[in-house]
């Protein structure tokens, strides 16, 4: 059974909370995620209250590199995908039978 954000401590529950609220970066001409925007992560921390920021930034890290991670890989296996695409021709080949 997958785990539920209740499943987690407060701190945990909070940094996934505020992390959801950044916006995504993403590199424009290729299309790579370059992960979220941290600018106003100072922000959240006082309009949220947030009692111990150095223990919920610490969970936001490593929350944030297990995206990122997931992110490259997928993209990894979909440049692989594309790639042996066009190795076979485009994956689809049609026969037509001409008479005349």
Do not use: C
């Given at each position: 059974m997958p785990l539920?954000?209740?499943?987690?401590?407060?701190?945990?529950?909070?940094?996934?909370?505020?992390?959801?609220?950044?916006?995504?970066?993403?590199?424009?001409m290729s299309g790579t995620y370059l992960g979220k925007d941290w600018t106003n992560v100072e922000?959240?921390?006082?309009?949220?209250?947030?009692?111990?920021?150095?223990?919920?930034?610490?969970?936001?890290?490593?929350?944030?590199?297990?995206?990122?991670?997931?992110?490259?890989?997928?993209?990894e296996a979909k440049r692989k995908q594309q790639e042996r695409r066009s190795k076979t021709g485009g994956g689809k080949n049609f026969a037509h039978k001409i008479q005349g």
């Open positions: 539920e954000a209740s499943d987690f401590p407060e701190e945990v529950q909070v940094a996934f909370f505020i992390y959801s609220l950044f916006s995504d970066n993403w590199e424009g922000y959240y921390f006082k309009i949220y209250k947030v009692e111990d920021p150095s223990t919920v930034l610490y969970f936001m890290h490593v929350y944030d590199e297990l995206v990122v991670q997931s992110r490259m890989s997928q993209a």
